[in-house]
Every structure is written in structure tokens, then in C-alpha cells.
């Protein structure tokens, strides 16, 4: 079979797997919710946490253990030269057409709310807006003391150090929710308020076993929403799905726009 074919029956499939049914409710919808996970970012080349049997490893310790409130209060040098690493990564990165079709959703429907686990801020860099982050941003720093917010762009690291808070002197610590923390003040209640009054609910490139994130799915079924996943493995919440589309993000979600190929 040529590439070409492969291709065409690559993309046949994947319409096929959008049922008439979702796009009738995609262009029906008034309010929409799209919760997505690191694996919306893959195809822009952001490194998954686990997907494909891995989990993240660096310096020979468990992403779960660097990325840990126990490791902030050990090691706070550590913990900013694993986020220096991972911002390193994200510098060059652009968003994907998954992050582009998300974002040009947010003028389709009257109400859209777009709930993030990622920290990587393509959505803002696709031009997403209001985007409710669970688990923070790796672009911000936050005072231990005084609780101010920095851009981490603005900020001096001295030899490896960790930076100080240019309004109180205190130590900053990445603006990210750590295993082991409280997701920011009203993040999920606000998540789970838009979840229970969508219609329609995406569920795209997580492998929904972090809470209370995961929840958000069960909380806009359990309101009556149509579920559909988006990944191109099975997790935990596909069973309560509507509807799987087993894929990529970034071949899928561009395509809900589309008229199907009949
Ligand atoms: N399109 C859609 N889904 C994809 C793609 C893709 N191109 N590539 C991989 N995936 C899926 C994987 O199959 C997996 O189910 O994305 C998921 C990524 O899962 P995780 O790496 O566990 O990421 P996530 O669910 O966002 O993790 C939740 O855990 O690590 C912490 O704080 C971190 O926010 C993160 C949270």
C-alpha cells in the first residue's frame, strides 16, 4: 500500500471515528468543557509523564519524587533545576493544531471553559484564553513569604541557587502545584461548576489518574454531559465515555471542524 493510501486510510478511520452524533452535538453545543493533560502537548515535542508504559525520570529519581512538596522542603535548588530543565525544553516549543483548534473552539461556543493540567502554557501560546490551570505554570514563581507572583523570565539565579522575591527578599518557589499540594484557591471548584453545566465535554491527553483533575469527566457525566476522550490509549475514565477517539489530539480535534468526507 503507498504512503498516500496509508495516509487517506489513516485519516478515513479517524473521521469514521467521529460519529455523526458528535458532530451533531459539536455544532449544536452552547457549552462546552475540554480538560487536557500533557499529552495534548506531545506533538508539540513536551516530554509525557506517562503514556506508552514510561513515567519521567530525571537524576535517576522518579518525576513524582523532584516534583514533590517533600523535595521543596528538602532541596529547593533541586526542585528549580528540574523546573530550569523542563523550561529549558518548552523555550523552543510551539503549540500543536490540537492547541489551535482548542483555541479557536473558545469564539465557536457560548460558554467554553478550557481546564489544563499542563503548566507548559501552549494554550495561552495558541491564543487561549481564561484557561483555568489546575496545576500552575512553569513560566511563574511564587513567595514563600509574602506570596508574591513573578514571571520567571524577570528573576536572577545565582550559581544554581534558588531566586529571591524582589518585593520582600523571601525565597521563590516555582508557581507549580507539587504532588503532595493544594490545587491554587477556587481552580477546581471552578472547574467542576463549568463541568456541571457543559453539554459537551473532551477529555484530551490525560491518563486521568491524577486527582482531583480526574474527577472533572465523572462530574460533567454524572450533569449529563456527552464524554468523549481523546488519546490514543484506554484510561481509566474511557469506560465512562460516550464516545473514544482513539488518536492523536492533533490529527483529531482539527478534524471536528471539518465536514465528513462522505
Ligand atoms: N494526543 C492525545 N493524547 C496523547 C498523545 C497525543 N498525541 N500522546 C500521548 N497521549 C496520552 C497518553 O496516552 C497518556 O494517557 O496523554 C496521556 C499523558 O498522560 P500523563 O503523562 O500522565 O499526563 P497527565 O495526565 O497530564 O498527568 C497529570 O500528573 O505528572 C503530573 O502534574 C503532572 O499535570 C500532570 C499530572
Known amino acids: 500500500m503507498l504512503p498516500s493510501e496509508v495516509l487517506r486510510a489513516t485519516q478515513a478511520i479517524t473521521n469514521e471515528f467521529i460519529s455523526e452524533e458528535l458532530r451533531a452535538r459539536f455544532h449544536e453545543a452552547k457549552n462546552v468543557l475540554v480538560l487536557t493533560g500533557a499529552g495534548v502537548s506531545a506533538e508539540s515535542g513536551v516530554p509525557t509523564f506517562r503514556g506508552g508504559g514510561n513515567t519521567a525520570v530525571w537524576k ?3 518525576f513524582e519524587v523532584i516534583s514533590s512538596a517533600g523535595m521543596l522542603a528538602r532541596d529547593l ?3 528549580w533545576e528540574w523546573f530550569n530543565y523542563r523550561r529549558g525544553l518548552l523555550e523552543k516549543l510551539k503549540p500543536n493544531p490540537a492547541h489551535v ?3 479557536q473552539w473558545q469564539d465557536r461556543f457560548r460558554n467554553f471553559a478550557l481546564v489544563t493540567q499542563n503548566i507548559d502554557g501552549l494554550h495561552q501560546a495558541a491564543g487561549a484564553r481564561n484557561v483555568i490551570e489546575l496545576h500552575g505554570s512553569i513560566w511563574r514563581a511564587r513567595c514563600f513569604d509574602c506570596g508574591a507572583v513573578h514571571y520567571v523570565c524577570e528573576l536572577k539565579f545565582e550559581d544554581g541557587g534558588s531566586p529571591a522575591c524582589f518585593d520582600c ?9 507539587l504532588f503532595g499540594e493544594m490545587l491554587p484557591t477556587g481552580a477546581y471548584e471552578n472547574a467542576a461548576l463549568q463541568a456541571q453545566d457543559c453539554e459537551l465535554c473532551f477529555v484530551v491527553g490525560t491518563s486521568a489518574v491524577v486527582y482531583p483533575a480526574a474527577l472533572i469527566p465523572e462530574v460533567a457525566r454524572a450533569a449529563g454531559a456527552y464524554v468523549v ?10 469506560g465512562l465515555c460516550d464516545e473514544v477517539l482513539t ?3 492533533g490529527e483529531i480535534l482539527p478534524r471536528l471542524c471539518q465536514k465528513p468526507d462522505r
Open 229 to 238: 476522550e481523546v488519546n490514543p490509549e484506554r484510561t481509566p475514565v474511557s
Open 247 to 249: 488518536g492523536k489530539a
Open 60 to 62: 535517576g529519581m522518579p
Open 77 to 79: 535548588p533541586a526542585v
Open 169 to 177: 527578599g523571601g525565597h521563590l518557589r516555582p508557581d507549580v502545584v
Open 101 to 103: 483548534a482548542i483555541a
